[in-house]
């Protein structure tokens, strides 16, 4: 009898430490899953940030393209001297450059694009690490789904027939 009751409490303690370790798995689970919420939330915030600075640095690069005979006219276009495109000696009415363009200039350009290139690696970086928390929270969600069915079995051998439900299998 002695021998029984050591060998019940034995797998009462086994149960209580194996229920202890789902409470656990369980906190970890929740705190892995908001984790990959805050991660899937920062990827979202980059991914804001690099499409307006991408729109922003392709509208100042379409301009700038676009005001090319602007630029010429103010800065190579001399009275009297060729025009680098047809050579005539007469510049009758140069293109002018928009009062918007005045500060569209290369430089401006290249600060935009490394600026947007900076802004993609981040986007990036974000994507990746959002992905690689989401899956750690599915694999623990899993485990945990797997360590409560084996704690449950566990349990069930140890409560009295009696106590088992019916599962109308023979």
Excluded: I, W
Excluded at 10 to 22: A, Q, V
Excluded at 47 to 72: H, M
Excluded at 120 to 146: D, F, V, Y
């Amino acid at each position: 009898l002695l021998e029984r009751c050591r060998g019940e409490a034995e797998k009462k303690s086994g149960l209580e430490s194996g229920l202890e370790g789902l409470k656990e798995l369980a906190r970890e689970a929740k705190r892995r899953t908001m984790q990959a919420e805050r991660d899937a939330e920062t990827y979202g915030q980059a991914s804001k940030a690099y499409e307006e600075k991408n729109r922003e640095y392709e509208t100042a690069r379409r301009e700038f393209l676009n005001a090319q005979a602007g630029f010429l006219a103010a800065e190579q276009l001399k009275e009297g001297q060729p025009c680098p495109v047809c050579g005539s000696l007469e510049h009758p009415s140069p293109c002018r450059l928009e009062e918007s363009h005045q500060n569209l200039t290369r430089e401006f350009l290249d600060g935009l694009q490394k600026e947007t290139a900076r802004l993609r690696a981040k986007q990036e970086q974000a994507a990746m690490q959002s992905h690689a928390k989401r899956e750690l929270a599915e694999e623990t969600k899993e485990r945990l789904s797997e360590e409560t069915d084996r704690f449950f079995g566990r349990l069930t051998s140890f409560l009295p027939a009696a106590l088992t439900p019916d599962t109308g299998e023979t």
